[in-house]
Antibody, heavy 120, light 107 residues
Framework: QVTLKESGPGILQPSQTLSLTCTFSGFSLSTYGMGVGWIRQPSGKGLEWLAN???????YYNPSLKNRLTISKDTSNNQAFLKITNVDTADTATYYC????????????WGQGVMVTVSS | DIQMTQSPSSMSVSLGDTVTITCRAS??????VNWFQQKPGKSPRRMIYRATNLADGVPSRFSGSRSGSDYSLTISSLESEDVADYHC?????????FGGGTKLELK
C-alpha cells in the first residue's frame, strides 16, 4: 500500500526558509523509474508544480521559483525534502508531495497535504 | 511554459448529466495529459492518465479523450460523488503545468 505524508512548520515569517518533509511507504526512491514531486495550492486556487526528484537523483525545478527551491531525498528513510528560501506571503499554501512512475506518468498517489502560512 | 487553458471554470450540473471539461494545450503535448479530481479539503486523485487511460479504481463513467490539442474529461451520468473540482495536467515538457481547474456545482 502506497502512502505519503507531508510535514512542515505550519507557520513561518517572511524571509525565512521553508523546510518540508515527505515521508512515504509502499515504494522506494532507489527503484528504477520512481520519483516524488512537490505541488502546492493556495487556498481557493489552482495547483502549481514545484519540483521533482527521481530515483537516480535527477532533479527538476519550476523555473519561476528555481533559485529558491532545493529538492533532495533520503532513500534509506523513505523521505523526500523540499526547501524554499526567502518565503513571503505568496508562498502561503497547502503543499503536497506525490509519487511519480516513469512510464505511467505523474502523481498517482498524493499525500494529505500540509498547510503552510507565511505571516509576520 | 506550456499553457493549459481549462474550460469552463465552473459548471452548474444535475445528477444524471453528461459533463465534459476541456483543456487546450498551447503546444503539442502528445498523450501526456492527466486529469485529477479534488474534493473540498482533500488531496487530488488521479482519474485519467496519458489522456485516455482510466486510473485504477475509477468508475467507468469517467473517460478521457483527445482531439488535436484539446483534451477532454467526460463524466457520463453524473453521480453526487462526482461533484468536485477537476484539474488537467500536461507533463510532456518541463515544467509540468496544470489547467486552472473546473468547479462542478449542483443546480
Amino acid at each position: 500500500q502506497v502512502t505519503l505524508k507531508e510535514s512542515g512548520p505550519g507557520i513561518l515569517q517572511p524571509s525565512q526558509t521553508l523546510s518540508l518533509t515527505c515521508t512515504f511507504s509502499g515504494f522506494s526512491l532507489s527503484t528504477y523509474g520512481m520519483g516524488v514531486g512537490w505541488i502546492r495550492q493556495p487556498s481557493g486556487k489552482g495547483l502549481e508544480w514545484l519540483a521533482n526528484i527521481w530515483w537516480d537523483d535527477d532533479k527538476y525545478y519550476n523555473p519561476s521559483l528555481k533559485n529558491r527551491l532545493t529538492i533532495s531525498k533520503d532513500t534509506s528513510n523513505n523521505q523526500a525534502f523540499l526547501k524554499i528560501t526567502n518565503v513571503d506571503t505568496a508562498d502561503t499554501a497547502t503543499y503536497y508531495c506525490a509519487r511519480i512512475i516513469r512510464g505511467t506518468g505523474p502523481f498517482d498517489y498524493w499525500g494529505q497535504g500540509v498547510m503552510v502560512t507565511v505571516s509576520s | 511554459d506550456i499553457q493549459m487553458t481549462q474550460s469552463p471554470s465552473s459548471m452548474s450540473v444535475s445528477l444524471g448529466d453528461t459533463v465534459t471539461i476541456t483543456c487546450r494545450a498551447s503546444q503539442d503535448v502528445g498523450i501526456y495529459v492527466n486529469w485529477f479530481q479534488q474534493k473540498p479539503g482533500k488531496s487530488p486523485r488521479r482519474m485519467i492518465y496519458r489522456a485516455t487511460n482510466l486510473a485504477d479504481g475509477v468508475p467507468s463513467r469517467f473517460s478521457g479523450s483527445r482531439s488535436g490539442s484539446d483534451y477532454s474529461l467526460t463524466i457520463s451520468s453524473l453521480e453526487s460523488e462526482d461533484v468536485a473540482d477537476y484539474h488537467c495536467l500536461q507533463y510532456d515538457e518541463y515544467p509540468p503545468t496544470f489547467g486552472g481547474g473546473t468547479k462542478l456545482e449542483l443546480k
